[in-house]
């Protein structure tokens, strides 16, 4: 079994180039800055940034052309593709890019709107709101007992109910 996933977080670098190809589906064409940093031999810090180019169809193409802007921070899940083609010159030219399928606005946008927002390329308007920020963690202090939990006792359990 082969896998084809990418995982990212970076910044826009340009701002998403919006197409619609003959068929009517939506089409948007970006990149994205991701960072590595480490420390060479000598023990200098040193820093790289890699640059990918995105493409994102449908419902998902409509919603980065709309919402995504350069500079801000974004998470994106998707596929590596590599397409090719003759250019004009008679050159066989090739490009690599990440094909999105779910995406996550990392910062927040002027309208208030953004911060957690989900995507995903196969669901219509997939969004998942962020946690309230009213909403309490529950805390327990080291040496608060821990409260017994509602469990049959062992002699209840039948093998043969073991699933494995």
């Not at 994102?56 to 995504?68: D, F, H, P, R, V």
């Not at 779910?102 to 196969?122: C, F, H, K, V, W």
Request: hydrophobic share 35%; aromatic share 6%; with cysteine.
């Amino acid at each position: 079994m082969d896998l084809n996933k990418v995982m990212i977080i970076g910044r826009i670098t340009q701002q998403p180039e919006a197409r619609v190809v003959p068929s009517g589906q939506s089409v948007s064409s970006f990149s994205v800055a991701t960072n590595r940093a480490w420390t060479d031999q000598q023990g200098q810090k040193q820093e790289r940034a890699e640059f990918h180019n995105i493409v994102a169809w449908g419902k998902l193409a409509e919603i980065c052309n709309q919402y995504l802007q350069k500079g801000k921070r974004i998470y994106l899940e998707g596929r590596m593709q590599t397409r090719d083609w003759v250019g004009q010159d008679g050159v066989k030219r090739y490009r690599t890019e990440i094909v999105a399928e779910n995406m996550i606005m990392l910062d927040r946008m002027e309208s208030g709107t953004g911060m957690g927002q989900s995507y995903r390329a196969a669901a219509p308007h997939a969004a998942i709101a962020p946690a309230a920020a009213s909403e309490e963690v529950p805390t327990i202090s080291v040496d608060e007992p821990i409260p017994a939990q509602d469990t049959p006792a062992n002699d209840d359990i039948k093998v043969e109910d073991i699933p494995f």
